[in-house]
């Protein structure tokens, strides 16, 4: 065993494990857009999409999107949960949440139960918070709610 590891040696028939805790999202995928690379067309992902150069086109990343400063989407995005530090042009359903920071930009509609907006992040669009975050505001969740 090795000083300053919690890994267990490795065997033939094991191989060693890593010498750290593993964060609860690790075996999610991960894509990528690199800062000097612009994506035209849509893209699909069950995992977590990092954008830190430019998407041209709709994006629909089941558990994360992450757009750094610098970024920009041009497109909609769909999501369970988007941190935004860069901008977007377009409409934004998160199921769950959306964190704006001070650097974000969002023009258009943002649809989502859960926001938050660091001072500093702009909106130039409506924000309608409903449970599910798709529907267009508390009126109709209620009326949904009823049938």
């Not at 954008?51 to 629909?60: L, Q």
């Not at 989407?73 to 988007?82: Q, R």
């Not at 930009?105 to 669009?125: K, L």
Request: proline share 5%; aromatic share 2%; net charge negative.
């Amino acid at each position: 065993m090795a000083i300053f590891s919690n890994a267990a040696p490795a065997t033939d028939a094991e191989p060693a494990k890593p010498p750290f805790n593993r964060r609860k999202g690790d075996g999610v995928p991960l894509s990528i857009v690199a800062r000097d690379m612009t994506i035209t067309g849509d893209m699909v992902t069950e995992g977590v999409v990092k954008v830190e150069g430019r998407v041209n086109g709709t994006i629909k990343a089941t558990a994360q999107l992450i757009v750094s400063p610098g970024a920009v989407i041009e497109g909609d995005v769909h999501t369970k949960e988007a941190v935004i530090a860069g901008e977007i042009q377009g409409t934004i359903r998160a199921s769950e949440r959306v964190e704006l920071q001070a650097t974000g930009a969002v023009r258009g509609d943002i649809h989502t139960p859960r926001i938050s907006v660091i001072e500093g992040g702009r909106v130039s669009g409506e924000v309608n918070m409903s449970p599910d975050g798709v529907g267009g505001g508390f009126r109709e969740a209620r009326v949904a709610e009823k049938s």
